[in-house]
């Protein structure tokens, strides 16, 4: 069955650094998304994105964020400037039309210290 | 405003005995109901769906949800827990339109006494 692969499972990043993380989102998909999960809360929406376009985001999607479908397989999240609020685990997804269901990948572990 | 609701943070059930978890949803449009499940540390996996059609949706792993559009309710059921059950359990509510963002509830943990 076709994934959604996430890398890497797990960064640890220092406050003020940048970091990329990286998601390989099912081919024949059009739709794609990131969410986030802080530890012991509930799992938020943070950027969607079609047509090599930001269709939606958050609130807590601000400048700090950024993403980017470079080659048309790849799906990055980019945090400029990384926070202690930051860490979560951010889950990746996508789907392949406005009926369909999302598959999500497994998910990175960001910590940022 | 849109919202998920799961009333049980934390359900504990013994193995073999029937599992209800709650959801309630507010949600203008038509919604596109799911249920996720989560094991510790790891991703989140489809159960089941809720499109349109029947509202008696089944799903892997024994599984089922009933839509009942009156109670804005989707509530996922299991005959009979078995102790591998153990989880967290996400309902998500999305559009049937757009974009389709998922909005989760906040979650259920499930326990499973042997």
């Known amino acids: 069955e076709p994934e959604v692969t996430q890398t890497p499972s797990h960064q640890v990043t220092q406050m003020g650094q940048e970091v990329i993380l990286r998601c390989v989102p099912i081919s024949n998909h059009l739709y794609f998304y990131w969410y986030r999960q802080i530890l012991g809360q509930k799992v938020e929406f943070l950027v969607s994105f079609y047509n090599n376009e930001i269709s939606e985001k958050s609130e807590i999607f601000d400048d700090q964020f950024s993403v980017e479908r470079p080659d048309g397989s790849n799906f990055t999240l980019k945090i400029r400037s990384t926070k202690l609020e930051d860490s979560a685990m951010y889950f990746c997804a996508s789907k392949i039309g406005t009926g369909g269901a999302y598959t999500f990948g497994s998910g990175t572990r960001l910590t940022v210290v | 405003a849109q919202s998920v609701t799961q009333p049980d943070i934390h359900i504990t059930v013994s193995e073999g005995a029937s599992l209800e978890l709650r959801c309630n949803y507010s949600y203008g449009a038509t919604p596109y109901l799911f249920w996720y499940v989560q094991s510790p540390g790891q991703g989140l996996q489809l159960l089941l769906k809720?499109?349109?059609?029947?509202?008696l949706v089944q799903g892997i792993k024994g599984f089922e949800a009933e839509f009942k559009r009156s109670q804005s309710s989707f509530n996922l059921r299991k005959p009979s827990v078995h102790w591998s059950d153990a989880a967290e359990y996400f309902c998500?509510?999305?559009?049937?339109?757009?974009?389709?963002?998922?909005?989760f509830g906040a979650g259920t943990r499930l326990a499973v006494h042997p």
């Open positions: 998500a509510v999305g559009s049937s339109g757009g974009y389709n963002k998922l909005i």
């Open positions: 809720y499109f349109s059609g029947d509202t």
